[in-house]
């Protein structure tokens, strides 16, 4: 079956960087564009980039030029790096990918970016 493990959140100071992992195991990676997606406390869960299968990327507005979404299909695994960030990065920080049209997510990584 489809399987996402996200990896790499924790605590960080503003103005910190961190890089959030996301293995998958259960497709053809490879073929599949790739989403990341977050869930501040009491809010709705939000696009924050997506990564084609050929490498195109797009950005949420609000982390454009401070993330950035990479993938290794050797290594079945998506990557976002984010620096410079804020309070409100704080956040569950989910990767999606929806192969045949059912969206599959894993079960999240904590980031919580406070001094």
């Known amino acids: 079956q489809v399987q996402l493990v996200e990896s790499g959140g924790g605590l960080v100071q503003p103005g910190g960087s961190l890089r959030l992992s996301c293995v998958v195991s259960g497709i053809a990676f490879h073929l599949y564009a790739m989403a990341w997606y977050r869930q501040a406390p009491g809010k709705q869960r939000e696009f924050v980039a997506v990564i084609a299968m050929g490498g195109n990327t797009n950005y949420a507005d609000s982390v454009k030029g401070r993330f950035t979404i990479s993938r290794d299909n050797a290594k079945n695994t998506v990557y976002l790096q984010m620096n410079s960030l804020k309070p409100e990065d704080t956040a569950v920080y989910y990767c999606?990918?929806?192969?045949?049209?059912?969206?599959?997510w894993g079960k999240g990584t904590l980031v919580t970016v406070s001094s």
């Open positions: 999606k990918v929806t192969p045949g049209g059912m969206n599959y």
